[in-house]
């Protein structure tokens, strides 16, 4: 295992080491691949009840999708506009550095021994590579105001700003290969999802759209009743998104509707899988299990607060938090509760697992860390 040896002040971190990086186990990307499905790539078995091994305080509010993790590092965006990188057996700071802007809503997105980090809220907002081992920016890009999180395919970095524009850089040196936008005017509150040859988003006219990943042409679009500001997910060759219309959404990967199902809630996480099921947490508070071929509702699980958190899969186990301050792991058979945690803030935040170690943070500012 890397043992991080890293020099730090107030606004820089630098790494004397290389990470090893494994993509077939570490978290480096929102959702934990371009599809954006949600499911931990640990081969560990995690048996509750959990321990609380370290919190670790970021004097910043946190997004609903901010950390990622790669040979015993973990990385962390905040609201205040830092980025942090965590020792994830003793939970001490390994450093930090300011962003320019204002805000970063996104996932440090991990590419090699680099991390790639968005930002918001004025004119310095930037997209940017950050060199671990260096410790300074290789490059920076103003793509506008971005608040979802950039996805890497094939040394290519695929993001969207709220001006409703899409981007794809080179990783490397972060040209603009292409930019696109949307036919009508939307704003991308939403990041992309990919699948094959397809970038896939929503925007805040309601319209999923697909773009042609190469060429960045547009191809088809869906239209909903409502806004979407739940990022798309693609499993078995089906797209799956909910909308502010209270409908979760299957669609082909032509855009031909599947199925809908009316939970009569609105939605800001993307789901996840388990068997033949979609596992999905609604604004409602709840987590539901649907069926993946018809969404029929097999079971739910009601928390006493909202739920904005993506679920994370890890085996037969769901974890997932809700604004009733509970982390919660749940049988993702039966939606039977297996364990909670109490936090002192609202869960928002998506978990992540890496190995043995399970991530989540709260309204308090605070990253928690169980095994």
Same mark, same amino acid.
């Given at each position: 295992m890397f043992c991080p040896l890293i020099f730090y002040s107030c606004f820089s $971190?630098?790494?004397n080491k290389r990470l090893d990086v494994n993509e077939n186990e570490d978290w480096l990307? +929102? #959702?934990g691949n371009p599809e954006k499905t949600n499911i931990s790539k640990s081969d560990k078995e995690l048996v509750p009840p959990f321990k609380l091994q370290?919190?670790?305080?970021?004097d910043g509010g946190l997004s609903r999708n901010? $950390?990622?993790? /790669?040979d015993a590092v973990l990385f962390v965006n905040t609201l205040n506009g830092e980025f942090y990188s965590v020792d994830v057996s003793s939970g001490k /700071? $390994? #450093?930090s550095f300011s962003v320019p802007g204002k805000s970063s809503f996104s996932t440090p997105l991990i590419s090699g021994n680099n991390v790639i980090i968005t930002s918001s #809220? &004025? &004119?310095d907002s930037r997209i940017l590579s950050y060199s671990l081992t260096r410790g300074e920016i290789d490059w920076k890009r103003n793509i506008g105001w971005v608040q979802s999180s950039p996805l890497l395919l094939n040394n290519n970095i695929f993001v969207s700003n709220i001006s409703g524009d899409i981007y794809k850089l080179n990783a490397s040196g972060g &040209? +603009? +290969?292409w930019k696109c936008r949307a036919p009508s005017s939307s704003s991308f509150y939403t990041g992309p999802a990919i699948s094959g040859n397809k970038i896939l988003i929503g925007g805040t006219d309601g319209i999923l759209y697909a773009f042609d990943q190469q060429s960045g042409s547009f191809l088809w679009k869906y239209k909903t009743e409502a806004s979407l500001f739940s990022d798309a997910s693609v499993y078995k060759e089906m797209i799956f998104f909910g909308s502010d219309d209270n409908y979760f959404y299957c669609l082909d990967t032509a855009g031909v509707l599947i199925w809908k199902k009316n939970l009569k809630t609105k939605y800001l996480s993307s789901?996840? @899988? @388990?068997a033949n099921s979609i596992i999905i947490t609604g604004i409602d508070g709840t987590i539901y299990s649907l069926d993946i071929n018809s969404g029929e509702i097999r079971w739910k699980f009601t928390t006493k607060g909202a739920m904005t958190a993506s679920p994370l899969i890890h085996q037969n186990k769901i974890f997932a938090g809700s604004f009733d301050k509970n982390f919660y792991c749940i049988n993702a058979d039966d939606g039977k509760e297996l364990w909670r945690y109490g936090c002192e803030g609202r869960v928002q935040t998506s978990a992540v697992v890496w190995k043995d170690y399970i991530f989540v943070a709260s309204d308090d500012k605070y990253i928690y860390c169980f095994k």
């Amino acid at each position: 295992m890397f043992c991080p040896l890293i020099f730090y002040s107030c606004f820089s $971190l630098s790494i004397n080491k290389r990470l090893d990086v494994n993509e077939n186990e570490d978290w480096l990307m +929102i #959702g934990g691949n371009p599809e954006k499905t949600n499911i931990s790539k640990s081969d560990k078995e995690l048996v509750p009840p959990f321990k609380l091994q370290w919190q670790f305080d970021t004097d910043g509010g946190l997004s609903r999708n901010c $950390l990622s993790v /790669s040979d015993a590092v973990l990385f962390v965006n905040t609201l205040n506009g830092e980025f942090y990188s965590v020792d994830v057996s003793s939970g001490k /700071s $390994l #450093g930090s550095f300011s962003v320019p802007g204002k805000s970063s809503f996104s996932t440090p997105l991990i590419s090699g021994n680099n991390v790639i980090i968005t930002s918001s #809220g &004025n &004119n310095d907002s930037r997209i940017l590579s950050y060199s671990l081992t260096r410790g300074e920016i290789d490059w920076k890009r103003n793509i506008g105001w971005v608040q979802s999180s950039p996805l890497l395919l094939n040394n290519n970095i695929f993001v969207s700003n709220i001006s409703g524009d899409i981007y794809k850089l080179n990783a490397s040196g972060g &040209n +603009i +290969i292409w930019k696109c936008r949307a036919p009508s005017s939307s704003s991308f509150y939403t990041g992309p999802a990919i699948s094959g040859n397809k970038i896939l988003i929503g925007g805040t006219d309601g319209i999923l759209y697909a773009f042609d990943q190469q060429s960045g042409s547009f191809l088809w679009k869906y239209k909903t009743e409502a806004s979407l500001f739940s990022d798309a997910s693609v499993y078995k060759e089906m797209i799956f998104f909910g909308s502010d219309d209270n409908y979760f959404y299957c669609l082909d990967t032509a855009g031909v509707l599947i199925w809908k199902k009316n939970l009569k809630t609105k939605y800001l996480s993307s789901p996840s @899988y @388990y068997a033949n099921s979609i596992i999905i947490t609604g604004i409602d508070g709840t987590i539901y299990s649907l069926d993946i071929n018809s969404g029929e509702i097999r079971w739910k699980f009601t928390t006493k607060g909202a739920m904005t958190a993506s679920p994370l899969i890890h085996q037969n186990k769901i974890f997932a938090g809700s604004f009733d301050k509970n982390f919660y792991c749940i049988n993702a058979d039966d939606g039977k509760e297996l364990w909670r945690y109490g936090c002192e803030g609202r869960v928002q935040t998506s978990a992540v697992v890496w190995k043995d170690y399970i991530f989540v943070a709260s309204d308090d500012k605070y990253i928690y860390c169980f095994k």
